[in-house]
């Protein structure tokens, strides 16, 4: 896949540049320090792949994408996953990297890429294979578990529990794991040891949540994001 | 306690490519302290906003030189700036400190 950069940062840039260096399937045609250059060279160039920042000064990366009549595949990377949300708008957006971006998270967004078909610009449809529901292993079988049937996941030493409508699954997993695995739009990380299904909130007070009858804390650095996830009157 | 800073993760994305590496370093030591200059002169002038980008932009050095919990404390005084709360901010300049010092020896 012939791919370009975006990103304001060198360091950022670099450490793509090195990551992409090492895999395969990737050729790197290009890397843009600004969105107005890129634009520039996407008119007249056509590529497979585009790595973008979001958070650049003067035009973001939701910017240049708006200006792109028949965007290619674009992973998003980004240091803040409050913008993950408004990622889901856009059908050429295969994936999105939090900063710093690991050799093992990158791999997983081109495996992405590589069977992702971006849905012609007109249609807001976004074609990918849409999971519902996530394995695990308990006592050697593969339980299936929905996730609209999760309220909250929580860390307990080296298991997490899955506690769901009508039962409770310990697994021996970590949250990050699991995290990886969710829908984002449905759930999010609110403490250190939690994740809430976010469709499941009964309430919220200043610093905690109540899922069914648990109240759950809420750390202050996960707050404004729980805070942008609600339709607030 | 104030985490170390270390080069773990650039060794991880290196991949044993030591001219990396040494550009990255080259990267931090270079563009560090022209940061930590902007984020004080904002600072001072009370422009919190832009004080908040640069915090953004040091944000990332802080996770590539391996600081975990000093990432989530840049991210917290990030948005705490945008609000005008400074309470993070000795905290935040212990990091600073550290890095400048790491950076120094290498």
Known sequence: ?233 | MIEKPNLNYLKEISGGDVIFEKKMIEIVKKELPEEIKSYENFLNAHNFKQAAEIVHKIKHKISILGLEKSYQTAIDFEEDLKRQELTLQLEFEQILNSMVNFVKDL
């Open chain 1, 1 to 233: 896949m012939k791919s370009i950069i975006i990103d304001d940062e060198e360091m950022a840039r670099a450490i793509l540049e090195q990551l992409i260096s090492k895999t395969k399937e990737l050729s790197l045609i290009e890397s843009f320090s600004n969105a107005i250059e890129a634009i520039k060279f996407l008119n007249q160039n056509s590529v497979d792949l585009i790595f973008l920042d979001i958070h650049m000064p003067t035009f973001t990366g939701f910017d240049l994408l708006q200006t792109l009549k028949n965007p290619p595949k674009v992973i998003l990377t980004t240091s803040d996953k409050n913008f993950a949300i408004e990622a889901f708008e856009y059908n050429c957006i295969v994936d999105y990297l939090v900063k710093p971006v690991t050799q093992e998270r990158f791999d997983k967004a081109i495996l992405k890429a590589k069977s992702f078909n971006v849905v012609s610009s007109n249609s807001k449809k976004v074609e990918k294979d849409i999971i519902d529901e996530l394995y695990v292993n308990i006592d050697r079988r593969l339980v299936k578990i929905n996730f609209a049937t999760i309220n909250l996941i929580e860390a307990k030493g080296d298991y997490i529990q899955i506690k769901t409508d009508s039962k409770n699954y310990t697994v021996h997993s970590t949250l990050k794991k699991i995290e990886d695995k969710l829908p984002y739009e449905l759930f999010l990380k609110v403490h250190r040891s939690f994740i809430i299904n976010t469709t499941k909130i009964v309430d919220i007070e200043d610093n905690s949540v109540l899922i069914g009858n648990n109240v759950i804390p809420v750390s202050r650095s996960n707050r404004p994001e729980l805070m942008k996830r609600l339709n607030l009157l």
